[in-house]
């Protein structure tokens, strides 16, 4: 029952530096044999996969990400964040795709 909290934070570029490392973390996880144990390397963190999402997408990201929702109750804000987190989900799975 407790929980955590910080900011807020100044740089436009953290967003995308978390988002960038989730989803990478993510395939990482999602394609790894489930009894392996050696330790997880994730990828370079100066990949350009955003340049995957077309700009209105990118800049609907921008937005969501500098706005995000600040209470629970939010919907508009929060809705607005989950489908440009998913498109960008897509777009990374579709640049992940290409750089195998």
Do not use: I, M
């Not at 996880?29 to 990118?58: I, K």
């Not at 969501?64 to 964040?81: E, N, S, T």
């Amino acid at each position: 029952g407790a929980e955590a909290g910080f900011g807020p934070v100044r740089d436009p570029q953290f967003g995308y530096v978390v988002l960038g490392r989730a989803l990478e973390h993510w395939h990482q996880v999602s394609h790894r044999n489930h009894a392996g144990r050696d330790p997880l390397t994730l990828g370079d963190a100066d990949r350009h996969w955003l340049e995957q999402l077309p700009r209105g997408q990118r800049q609907r990201l921008q937005k969501a990400l500098q706005d995000p929702p600040r209470q629970p109750g939010d919907v508009k804000r929060r809705d607005a964040l989950e489908t440009a987190v998913e498109q960008a989900g897509e777009a990374f799975l579709a640049w992940r795709s290409g750089s195998l």
